[in-house]
């Protein structure tokens, strides 16, 4: 089943503690990326790939970081956490820029 | 700048009864336009989406939206509204630089018998 994945569904954690919300896609999509959403503010991009090794900013990536070493897989870093972090994040992922894209199932962080 | 606007953050209606969810951006361009849903708990779905062509466009599970260039608009219905519709809806461009998406802030619909 072609899908994306995130792990963890669900995590809470302390302020400063580093974490990774791991994802991954087997669709053999080229471009993936993260959001944050929020109430009332939509889904915001934090980062994205056109493909290995090729990241770049999106609208919101302070205090996130990401790597691209396989084209399947797309971690999101969190070095030191803190409470403005606090969202529910998703990871998505397409053949290439105008086309659907995918989503995972999210992964919502409390960070205390 | 590129944005997009949701008119109502929620909507109500009775089962049976006509969705229409609004959707306004902002371009000088036509851009890629997206409506997708969010039901609790799960990630987002594509329900339809316009590049060029036909204006007005058909997706999944009865929606259809149309694409109206002199009203920037881009608005989501659909004739007969279910019980099983009851979700979070977000409209969507494509930025200049096809980087990302742009959303709009969402319109939680509910659907009453």
């Known amino acids: 089943e072609a899908q994306v994945t995130q792990n963890p569904r669900y995590l809470i954690t302390v302020t400063g503690k580093k974490l990774t919300v791991t994802c991954s896609q087997n669709?053999?999509?080229?471009?993936m990326s993260w959001y944050r959403q929020d109430p009332g503010l939509g889904l915001r991009q934090i980062y994205y790939s056109m493909n290995v090794e090729v990241t770049d900013k999106g609208d919101v990536p302070e205090g996130y970081k990401v790597s691209r070493k396989e084209k399947r897989n797309f971690p999101l870093i969190l070095e030191s956490p803190s409470p403005n972090q606090t969202s529910l994040y998703f990871c998505?992922?397409?053949?290439?820029?105008?086309?659907?894209?995918?989503f995972g199932p999210g992964t919502r962080l409390t960070v205390l | 700048a590129q944005s997009v606007t949701q008119l109502g953050s929620h909507v109500s209606v009775s089962e049976g009864a006509l969705v229409l969810l609004r959707c306004n951006y902002s371009?000088?361009?036509?851009?890629?336009l997206f409506w997708y849903v969010q039901y609790p708990n799960q990630g987002l779905q594509l329900l339809l989406k316009y590049t060029t062509g036909a204006t007005l466009v058909k997706g999944i599970n009865g929606f259809e939206a149309e694409f109206k260039k002199s009203e920037t608009s881009f608005h989501l219905t659909k004739p007969s509204a279910h019980m099983s519709d009851a979700a979070e809806y977000f409209c969507a461009r494509l930025s200049g630089g096809y980087n990302k998406l742009i959303f709009g802030a969402g319109t939680r619909l509910a659907v009453h018998p």
């Open positions: 669709m053999n999509h080229e471009y």
């Open positions: 371009s000088s361009v036509p851009p890629y």
């Open positions: 998505a992922s397409s053949l290439g820029f105008d086309n659907e894209q995918f």
